[in-house]
C-alpha cells in the first residue's frame, strides 16, 4: 500500500469513529433527558401497598439492623 492511501485510510476510519462517538454520545444525551423528566419520587398509585410499617420498633433497633445488614 502506498503511502497516500494509508493515510487516507487512516482519515476515512477517524471519520468513521469521529461519527459513531457524536452518535453515541447524543443517544447518551436523550436517554439522560428522558431519564431526568420521569417523576421517581411521585406517590404510587393503583394497588400500591406499603412495605414496612415499624410498629413498636425502637430506634436503636433498627440502628443495630442497620449496621449489621449494612443498608
Not at 477517524?14 to 436523550?30: D, E, G, K, N, P
Request: a positive charge; hydrophobic letters at 40%.
Amino acid at each position: 500500500m502506498s503511502n497516500n492511501k494509508q493515510i487516507q485510510e487512516i482519515i476515512r476510519v477517524l471519520i468513521i469513529f469521529t461519527i459513531c462517538t457524536s452518535l453515541f454520545y447524543v443517544a447518551l444525551r436523550v436517554i439522560h433527558d428522558q431519564h431526568e423528566r420521569s417523576h421517581r419520587y411521585d406517590p404510587p398509585e393503583g394497588r400500591a401497598v406499603k412495605v414496612m410499617n415499624p410498629i413498636g420498633s425502637d430506634w436503636t433497633n433498627r440502628l443495630s439492623i442497620f449496621f449489621q445488614l449494612g443498608e
